[in-house]
């Protein structure tokens, strides 16, 4: 494996399936030129656009996920993590899921109005909103923009109910917002940790935070009394299913209140951009990995469907669930449920009014 630092996770900016424009022109920056001119490497620069939503509340109906609504502040994620499953909705913008998906992104500023208006309608019924459920809701651009920030403080005026799932201890600045409503036990942060191993982790997800700090962050948020939990998703046969039971121990010690893994998933366009990633990093074992991927997927790149999707099938989804069990019991993490209250919830007087 190159141990080079990877400067984004894609390899490739793979065609995507066309939803809406007929072909994508190139943009003619000047820097598109710089290896003519020059010989240099061509620079990849991040671009953000402003999107005014319409809504801001997602919701799902899936059997195989605890909750039924999601805020999303930004399309698209720097962090670049190769199995993003969130990659394929960039083609619905007529964009690759490759390097598009991480180098062009788009915020919702108007995220926390809409938030508000929604909240106050008539007949709304309170259920835990979840953050980072699609893209990460901390990747680096909310340093600028505070969309998840903001969400989060309508929210805490409220006392409505929500969850965070990211891969950046930037959750740790809002404390201030998180440590006041888990204390009613209307919040809970889920942690993403992949490996602990620095080389395997900046080509996996080259622009997250080290797996380090996101321990530290564990560690933080639960010594300020907010309900924390580590999610190791996806585990990568022949890439990091060797580490799940030092996951769980640091997670433990980093004081995690319990712990979940989800198999590699690879819909749509994820396996090709991941089958490209491991011909660059792991050439010697790209076969291996593919090979032991097929037999937890029934023979697929991807299982799509329902109840077995997120758990994998056949022995080595099995043996992955006997050691996480194992390891878990070992360390004391009894898997205690992700839960939020509902109760409390006082909804806006009145979208206009709570608005000025």
């Known amino acids: 494996m190159a141990n080079k630092r990877a400067v984004r996770g894609a390899t490739i900016n793979a065609e995507s399936r066309r939803f809406n424009l007929p072909q994508i022109e190139a943009d003619g920056d000047w820097l598109d030129e710089r290896t003519a001119i020059d010989g240099a490497s061509p620079t990849l620069r991040t671009t953000v656009t402003a999107e005014a939503a319409r809504t801001i509340i997602s919701r799902n109906s899936s059997p195989d996920i ?29 964009l690759s899921p490759g390097l598009d998906f991480e180098s062009r992104l788009f ?37 600028d923009w505070r969309i998840t920030r903001a969400c989060i403080a309508v929210l805490a005026e409220h006392d409505h109910p929500l969850t965070i799932t990211t891969k950046s201890d930037r959750v740790t600045q809002d404390i201030d917002l998180l440590a006041p409503m888990a204390a009613k036990g209307l919040a809970a942060v889920c942690l993403s940790i992949t490996s602990l191993d620095p080389r395997i982790a900046m080509t996996l997800e080259p622009r997250a935070p080290a797996p380090a700090r996101r321990l530290a962050a564990v560690r933080k948020l639960s010594d300020a009394g907010i309900p924390t939990y580590v999610s190791i998703a996806p585990v990568i046969p022949a890439i990091t299913d060797h580490e799940l039971e030092h996951l769980i121990e640091r997670a433990a010690a980093a004081g995690a209140r319990a712990a979940f893994f989800i198999p590699v998933r690879l819909p ?26 097929r037999e937890l997927r029934g023979g697929r790149d991807n299982d799509p469907d329902f109840h077995s999707r997120m758990r994998g099938q056949g022995p080595w989804a099995e043996l992955l669930r006997t050691r996480f069990q194992i390891a878990c019991r070992k360390h004391g993490l009894t898997g205690e449920r992700l839960t939020v209250r509902c109760d ?11 608005l000025f």
């Open 107 to 143: 915020a919702k500023p108007n995220a926390a109005e809409l938030l508000r208006v929604e909240l106050a309608k008539k007949g709304y019924v309170v259920r835990p909103i979840a953050f980072g459920t699609n893209t990460d809701p901390y990747q680096p651009i909310e340093s």
């Open 344 to 354: 409390l919830f006082r909804p806006p007087k009145g979208a206009q009014g709570e």
């Open 268 to 293: 749509h366009e994820v396996a090709p951009l991941f089958r490209a990633w491991l011909d660059t990093h792991f050439p010697e074992r790209a076969g291996k990995v593919m090979a032991v991927i």
């Open 66 to 94: 605890g909750f039924d609504r999601s805020i999303n502040p930004y399309r698209g994620c720097e962090h670049g993590c190769i199995y993003c499953f969130a990659r394929p909705s960039h083609a619905y913008l007529d």
